[in-house]
């Protein structure tokens, strides 16, 4: 084999690797099985670009699929896909590179219903030592049920500060849900309960540190 | 201008489709077409409408608002606007209740000005794919020369047989002191037994029989109607029928042909008339096919929970009564809808595998619209639908 072949071979692969590798990224087998042609082949650039930033595929991919389930026309499941792709880029870059997948879906989740991404920030550094999804999400949630997103944001990174517990953080959302549905306001809702849900948080801490374990406190007289 | 103005309601109405979207179902449609209408004593007219509408419907509550404008063969232009709300109860056994109200304005081809408001309260008792309903209302309508006051009392029936959806009903209505109709001919007089002054004109009673079927297959839906009105003070009878066909060539756009009669407006003092159209229909989405049946008669879902099991799968339970089939599709199951199994009287139970986080999920009761399960916060999704969001800890 001379030279010249050689490079003409290795010019060959190098083109057909290059031609193939877009459409590699949407080779997922749920989207080759439920989705058409046409489709995927839109889809295979967004894939493909969201791989190569490090992007999480999977909520793309779910998100091909949920359209396709629900019958949307190609235009729209690509224009949805690539939408958030691109909030997923911004979520990440709030949430620093070391963050789960969750938490990005989290995040993104939170940015689509109007949380600026530097309280995403903020909530990742307050609470730095552990997952943050659960407090994304009752973020989005309560945005989602008509809580202003700054004082949603403003709730939520409150009980961040003093170091809640996620069932803490779904314990706001259970109160501020059941007060909307009795008729209150919930602006006003989320006020009342976020201040009663930190004093509890801080409450709860303070009883702790104060009993000695194996001693039962005596009865109040 | 008036008719520009009514186009731009029309256009508002669509626009404004994306924010009533939050929790419901909202199809917005542009009907357009070109046909023939001829009103009692008038010569057939042709004319180009043009039709706005949207819908929003939830499992407790509709609202559909529309506007027409009609470009008549005289040059001129009539026009329409009309709004309608229902509010339904959650059911108590077979039993639920249904409050509505609504508003109808139109500028007529003679520049006349014409209008009514109205509200009824409904009791449905629902099962099987059949249902009965008993209401009573009133209104006041504006005829460009007086208001007048009607109140009427309904029965009516519905039954799914198959493919074909059959609904009848039977009403009576009071109106305080109708004047000529111009319809049935000749124009009577006041010697009649009508009234031309409705201040000093007394209730007079008009008997309605209405029927209806609408067949549905694919892409296809046909329907039937036809009615028919007893003057109690005359004894006269008027009666209409007709008949509409839609084919949906794709899930936005729809080939419409429609051809009958309607029956006078006794209240806005409107003569009956006869018409027929075709035209096309482009629409956000393909609307749920109604199969006839009333919105209240739709099963409601309740008491949506979610049961950690000893392993990662999770328990959703629901109850829906009445539901034939319930079904789940979300994140955790590819968007592939899963059937629930019927695990007791109107329960429905099924065990998938749902991690900690949030979660995207519809549900589907009886092959309806896919939408959000009770207690589950509903945002829109990309899809002109709905989708709950699930928080699992």
């Given at each position: 084999m001379t030279l010249r072949s050689r490079c003409l071979m290795l010019a060959a692969a190098l083109g057909l690797s290059l031609a193939l590798a877009p459409a590699a990224a949407a080779q997922d087998p749920r989207l080759e099985a439920r989705v058409d042609g046409r489709t995927r082949a839109q889809l295979a650039p967004i894939l493909d670009s969201a791989r190569r930033a490090g992007l999480p595929l999977e909520p793309l991919i779910d998100k091909a699929l949920e359209g396709d389930s629900k019958g949307a026309p190609r235009q729209r499941i690509v224009a949805a896909v690539r939408a958030l792709a691109g909030t997923l880029g911004v979520a990440r870059d709030a949430l620093g590179r070391g963050a789960s997948e969750p938490e990005i879906v989290a995040a993104a989740d939170a940015i689509e219903a109007g949380i600026p991404p530097r309280q995403v920030e903020v909530l990742r550094h307050l609470l730095l030592?552990?997952?943050i999804t659960v407090p994304l999400a009752v973020l989005a949630d309560l945005v989602a049920r008509g809580v202003p997103p700054d004082t949603a944001a403003y709730a939520v990174l409150n009980l961040a500060r003093v170091q809640a517990a996620d069932a803490q953080f779904v314990g706001l959302r259970i109160d501020v849900e059941r007060d909307i549905g009795s008729g209150i306001a919930p602006a006003t809702a989320i006020a009342v309960r976020s201040e009663a849900s930190v004093r509890d948080v801080e409450t709860r801490r303070a009883e702790s540190r104060s009993a000695v374990p194996g001693q039962e406190t005596p009865p109040t007289p | 201008m008036r008719h520009a103005r009514l186009a731009l309601v029309g256009g508002a109405l669509l626009a404004a489709a994306p924010a009533l979207a939050a929790g419901a179902q909202v199809v917005s449609i542009i009907d357009a077409g070109t046909g023939t209408v001829r009103a009692a004593n008038a010569q057939a007219t042709t004319a180009i409408t043009l039709t706005p509408s949207v819908r929003r419907e939830r499992p407790t509550s509709l609202l559909a608002a529309s506007g027409t404008i009609s470009f008549l063969e005289s040059g001129r232009a009539a026009s329409q606007g009309e709004i309608e709300g229902s509010f339904f109860s959650g059911a108590r056994g077979p039993v639920r209740a249904e409050l509505s109200g609504g508003a109808i304005g139109a500028l007529h081809e003679n520049r006349a000005r014409t209008g009514e408001y109205h509200g009824r309260a409904r009791l449905h008792i629902l099962g099987g794919g059949r249902g009965v309903w008993l209401g009573a209302g009133g209104g006041r309508a504006w005829d460009s020369d007086a208001w007048r006051t009607s109140l009427a009392a309904d029965i009516g029936a519905w039954a799914r047989l198959g493919a074909v959806t059959v609904t009848g009903s039977f009403t009576r209505i009071a109106v305080q002191g109708v004047g000529y109709i111009p319809d049935p001919e000749p124009p009577l007089a006041?010697?009649?037994?009508?009234?031309?002054?409705p201040l000093v004109a007394p209730l007079r009673s008009f008997h309605d029989a209405l029927g209806s079927a609408r067949w549905t297959r694919g892409p296809l839906e046909l329907d039937v109607f036809a009615g028919a009105r007893r003057d109690?003070?005359?004894q006269a009878v008027e009666e209409w029928l007709g008949a509409s066909g839609t084919l949906w060539l794709t899930g936005n756009f729809a080939v419409v042909a429609t051809a009958g009669g309607y029956p006078s407006d006794i209240e806005q003092q409107l003569p009956s008339g006869r018409y027929a159209t075709i035209g096309i229909r482009v629409a956000t989405r393909q609307p749920?096919?109604?199969?006839?049946?009333?919105?209240?008669?739709r099963p409601l879902a309740s008491d949506f929970q979610v049961i950690p099991g000893a392993d990662s799968t999770r328990l959703i339970r629901m109850h829906v009564p009445g539901a034939r089939k319930v079904e789940l599709m979300g994140d955790f199951t590819d968007w592939r809808a899963v059937e629930l199994d019927r695990?007791?009287?109107?329960r429905w139970e099924v065990r998938v595998p749902l991690r900690a986080g949030a979660h995207r999920l519809n549900i589907r009761i009886d092959d309806g619209e896919w939408g959000v399960p009770p207690g589950v916060t509903a945002i829109t999704d990309d899809f002109s639908g709905v989708v709950g969001v699930l928080i699992v800890q």
């Open positions: 030592s552990r997952p | 006041s010697g009649d037994g009508l009234y031309s002054d109690a003070g005359l749920l096919a109604p199969r006839g049946a009333p919105v209240v008669a695990t007791g009287v109107d």
